[in-house]
T-cell receptor, first 111, second 112 residues
Framework: GESVGLHLPTLSVQEGDNSIINCAYS??????FIWYKQESGKGPQFIID?????DKRQGQRVTVLLNKTVKHLSLQIAATQPGDSAVYFC??????????FGKGTRLHILP | ETGVTQSPTHLIKTRGQQVTLRCSSQ?????VSWYQQALGQGPQFIFQ???????GRGNFPPRFSGLQFPNYSSELNVNALELDDSALYLC???????????FGPGTRLTVT
């Protein structure tokens, strides 16, 4: 069925280190994946996306990797900052433009 | 901020009552999607409105209904509220149905 999930519910990272947030998906027909950041009291905010014909995409301090063979998605945040503290969701966009979210990973930044 | 606004911010209702939540889309956006986010979970798609017509629906019962107005603002109505309807309700607007979605801050609904 269509589902998107995450391996770890909570991740603690030292400030300045790189963060890696992982996600598994089960719908092999999905061709578009998105990472969102949700801070307390706010709605999800788009971070970066990737299409299924790509295996890597880079943004400002963020990189998304897609491994279609094992249906795995990851978000890498370089030089993690206190402002990166949030819940991160991976999501897949279905062919009829619905977005299916995973459960989220909370990222804690340690001083 | 995304320019998407929602009202009210918080709401407390009693089981069996009805509720209407409102969303103003970002200027120029003709599509609004609604999501339900239970505590500690990811948002779940309820339905989408494109140019005043429903354009897709998730696995929610008919007591969840919506409207989109000519100015592309939208309402989410929930009848016969149940305790499990307690959640954060998010709306997101997009320029077109298949474009990037911009989320509002949500309405926190508590059903007692």
């Amino acid at each position: 069925g269509e589902s998107v999930g995450l391996h770890l519910p909570t991740l603690s990272v030292q400030e300045g280190d790189n963060s890696i947030i992982n996600c598994a998906y089960s719908n092999s027909a999905s061709d578009y994946f998105i990472w969102y950041k949700q801070e307390s009291g706010k709605g999800p905010q788009f971070i970066i996306d990737i299409r299924s014909n790509m295996d890597k995409r880079q943004g400002q301090r963020v990189t998304v990797l897609l491994n279609k063979t094992v249906k795995h998605l990851s978000l890498q945040i370089a030089a993690t900052q206190p402002g990166d503290s949030a819940v991160y969701f991976c999501a897949e966009k279905t062919r009829d433009d619905k977005i299916i979210f995973g459960k989220g990973t909370r990222l804690h930044i340690l001083p | 901020e995304t320019g998407v606004t929602q009202s009210p911010t918080h709401l407390i209702k009693t089981r069996g009552q009805q509720v209407t939540l409102r969303c103003s889309s970002q200027s120029g956006h003709n599509t609004v999607s609604w999501y339900q986010q239970a505590l500690g979970q990811g948002p779940q798609f309820i339905f989408q409105y494109y140019r005043e017509e429903e354009n897709g629906r998730g696995n929610f019962p008919p007591r969840f209904s919506g409207l989109q107005f000519p100015n592309y603002s939208s309402e989410l109505n929930v009848n016969a509220l149940e305790l499990d309807d307690s959640a954060l309700y998010l709306c997101a607007s997009s320029l077109e149905a298949d474009y990037e979605q911009y989320f509002g801050p949500g309405t926190r609904l508590t059903v007692t």
